[in-house]
């Protein structure tokens, strides 16, 4: 089949690096996109995902920020899903109980409390500096701004991230998705949004599911991988997520997204 629109996950997937997409996936994208739409689908907020657009030269095209709680088209904002302020204490409270620090986000804003070891990798990785603030004060801005948080990522240690992930699904799973992005990190995204609800409504009067091919590796891909035309894992992907997969192509650090394309697409 000729897909028209190829949906791809940035970190562990199209990224051969931490940070950036190879000259070979470049090559690729360059060739394809003459036939078909490329859109970036990342839990990554909009700054960090522009450059990676520019490298591919795609910025004329829409991404998929947030897990899909930001859609933008340029700087047209075409949905906007935020987790209101009292949703956001109630987090904020859990992560105090175990001395979780919070990395809060909004549109091109990520504010955190204190430096580590994790900011710095973030910082490396998305090429974005962070805001220092305390987490109340970040929050009582929000709340007289009237606007929340696209994401929050909750870091801390395995055993009390262990903890805290079962006292928010617990409490709060019928507000926000929850994720665990690896032993030390959880990631939280408005409940109403996925990849799969962002890419619904984007393509929504234009195109089917079935003319997207889609790649992914976590947790949070597995909707976009079952439910669009053909859902392609890369060999580093979750076993979960290989699982659901119509395909599996090498890791992302060997171009498996790139050599997909290669073997599949427009040859």
């Known amino acids: 089949m000729t897909y028209k629109i190829l ?27 003459k036939h078909m739409q490329i859109i970036l689908v990342s839990a990554r907020m909009p700054k960090a995902m522009r450059y990676i657009q520019k490298d591919l030269g795609i910025l004329h095209e829409p991404i998929i920020c947030y897990n899909g709680a930001l859609i933008l088209n340029g700087d047209k904002e075409i ?19 175990y001395n979780i620090k919070l ?24 090429k974005v500096e962070p805001v220092f603030k305390n987490t109340e004060d970040t929050i009582l801005d929000w ?6 948080a696209h994401k929050i990522m909750l870091m801390g240690t395995k055993s009390t991230a262990d903890i805290a992930f079962q006292k928010l699904q617990e409490s709060l799973s019928n507000e ?16 109403s949004v996925s990849k799969l609800s962002a890419i619904t409504d984007l393509i929504k009067d234009k195109n089917s599911l079935n003319d997207i091919i889609s790649f992914g590796d976590n947790y949070n891909d597995i909707d ?11 060999g580093n992907a979750r076993e979960e997520t290989k699982k659901i997969a119509d395909d599996i ?7 498996g997204v790139a050599h997909y394309v290669r073997q599949n697409l427009f040859n």
């Open 103 to 126: 990395g809060l986000y909004y549109k091109d804003e990520w504010y955190v409390e204190l430096d580590s070891e994790r900011v710095q990798k973030e910082k490396l990785h998305t």
């Open 79 to 97: 949905t906007s899903t935020i987790i209101p302020a009292p949703c956001l204490e109630n987090i904020h409270t859990v992560a105090e109980q």
């Open 7 to 33: 949906c791809s996950d940035l970190d562990g997937t199209l990224l051969t690096t931490k940070s950036d997409v190879s000259k070979f996936t470049i090559k690729e994208i360059e060739r394809v996109k």
């Open 176 to 191: 926000i998705n929850i994720y665990r992005s690896n032993d030390t990190l959880i990631e939280i995204s408005p409940k």
């Open 249 to 255: 192509t090498l890791k992302n650090t060997e171009d």
């Open 224 to 234: 976009m991988l079952q439910h669009t035309g053909c859902g392609i894992a890369v």
């Open 143 to 148: 709340k007289l701004r009237n606007i929340g």
